[in-house]
Nanobody, 118 residues
C-alpha cells in the first residue's frame, strides 16, 4: 500500500522556520523524483520545490528561492522541506508528491497545514 505522510506543519510567526517531512512507503522511494506543492485558500496548487531521484538536483519556485531547501534521505524513505524566513504568504496546505515519469506513476500525500501569522 502506497503512502506519503506529511508532518511538521503548524503555526509559526513571520520570520520563523519550520521543517516539513514526508515519509514514504509502499514503493521504491529512491527511483522517484520528489516534490513539494502548496495550495492556499482560493488559489491553485503550485510547485514549491523538487528534487530528482538520480543526482538529487533541486529546483525551486522563485517565491521561495533562498529561503526553502528540499532534501531527501533514501535510507529513511523521507523527503524534507526546510522553510526559513517564513512569510504570511507562505501559509498553505503543503503536499508531498512522488513522481516516476518513466513508468507514469504519481503519488500524493494528504497534506500538512502551515500557517504563518503573528
Amino acid at each position: 500500500q502506497v503512502q506519503l505522510v506529511e508532518s511538521g506543519g503548524g503555526l509559526v510567526q513571520p520570520g520563523g522556520s519550520l521543517r516539513l517531512s514526508c515519509a514514504a512507503s509502499g514503493f521504491t522511494f529512491s527511483r522517484y523524483a520528489m516534490k513539494w506543492y502548496r495550495q492556499a485558500p482560493g488559489k491553485e496548487r503550485e510547485l514549491v520545490a523538487a528534487i530528482t531521484s538520480v543526482d538529487e538536483s533541486t529546483n525551486y519556485a522563485d517565491s521561495v528561492k533562498g529561503r526553502f531547501t528540499i532534501s531527501r534521505d533514501n535510507a529513511k524513505n523521507t523527503v524534507y522541506l526546510e522553510m526559513n524566513s517564513l512569510k504570511p504568504e507562505d501559509s498553505a496546505v503543503y503536499y508531498c508528491n512522488a513522481v516516476w515519469r518513466l513508468v507514469g506513476m504519481d503519488y500524493w500525500g494528504k497534506g500538512t497545514l502551515v500557517t504563518v501569522s503573528s
